[in-house]
């Protein structure tokens, strides 16, 4: 599944119907920037709106999903349910990836944190004293972002 050749034969599809990407998200119920992303490659459709979209633009989730016109012909080993529900998992398996690693690098931040107290009684040691607390509370600060922006996905998702 290549992102660039999905939102590049989304766009041409989108094109042939003389629609604009305003048209086609309000068709779909989203905002115009979605569809600016996908045709941009920066992320596919998420897997609630892909029959949706597929309709339409008159294709099949498998022409979506390859980003080419597919003949009719060809033997597919997977239906439109199948394929979706591939899709959601895979950005579920997505969301829970970013979920771990900020709960890792808070982990870190917390074990730099414990780490620094040790260090002192010189200038240096001060100085890597000093490092090591701020790159924890940065580690910290960064693993919580994380974890927050995970859960509002996962959030909006639900919804």
């Known amino acids: 599944m290549n992102q660039i050749a999905t939102g590049t034969f989304t766009a041409r599809k989108r094109r042939e119907l003389n629609l604009t990407q305003a048209q086609l998200a309000e068709r779909l119920g989203i905002s115009s920037k979605s569809v600016s992303k996908w045709e941009r490659g920066k992320c596919m459709p998420d897997y609630a709106v892909v029959n ?26 997977y239906d439109n349910d199948q394929m979706i529900e591939m899709l959601a998992r895979i950005q579920r398996l997505e969301s829970q990836r970013v979920t771990i690693i900020a709960i890792a690098l808070i982990v870190m931040g917390i074990g730099l944190l414990a780490l620094s107290p040790l260090l002192g009684g010189s200038d240096l040691a001060d100085f890597f004293r000093g490092m090591l607390f701020g790159i924890g509370i940065g580690t ?17 998702q639900k919804e």
């Not at 910290?140 to 909006?156: M, P, W």
């Open 52 to 77: 949706e979209l597929c309709d339409a633009l008159g294709i099949t989730v498998s022409e979506l999903l390859d980003g080419e016109e597919n003949e009719r012909e060809n033997l597919r080993m």
């Open 140 to 156: 910290i600060l960064i693993g919580v972002f994380l974890a927050t922006r995970s859960v509002f996905a996962y959030l909006v």
